[in-house]
Nanobody, 124 residues
Framework: QVQLVESGGGLVQAGGTLRLSCAAS????????LGWFRQAPGKEREFVAV????????YIADSLKGRFTISRDNAKNTIDLQMDNLGSEDTAVYYC?????????????????WGQGTQVTVSS
């Protein structure tokens, strides 16, 4: 079982930056794929980024590359999401998620543990 707690959301102006953090706890957290998803009102949950278990390799959604960066600290069991040049389209609830599957995934149903989410609002 893995518990996830997000922090760092808030209100930011368009063009601004925000950094989200997720603290993970539980057994063998280092082996889990840890990722970020987001969900805007009336839309499906959308993959943002993932850092893979064991090797820490990262993958960012193509549409977000160049603006979003994910990082992982296995010593602290945390992952961060650095978001730059934010726009109104980035307004959403951002969720941290963990998957113990052998293969990493960009599909939300493949993640069995979720945080409570943190709101990010970008004002234009």
């Amino acid at each position: 079982q893995v518990q996830l707690v997000e922090s760092g959301g808030g209100l930011v102006q368009a063009g601004g930056t925000l950094r989200l953090s997720c603290a993970a706890s539980g057994r063998s957290v280092y082996s889990y794929h840890l990722g970020w998803f987001r969900q805007a009102p009336g839309k499906e949950r959308e993959f943002v980024a993932v850092t893979k278990g064991n090797n820490g390799n990262t993958y960012i959604a193509d549409s977000l590359k160049g603006r979003f960066t994910i990082s992982r600290d296995n010593a602290k069991n945390t992952i961060d999401l650095q978001m730059d040049n934010l726009g109104s389209e980035d307004t959403a609830v951002y969720y941290c998620a963990a998957s113990g599957a052998r293969r990493w995934s960009i599909v939300a149903v493949n993640y069995e543990h979720w945080g409570q989410g943190t709101q990010v609002t970008v004002s234009s």
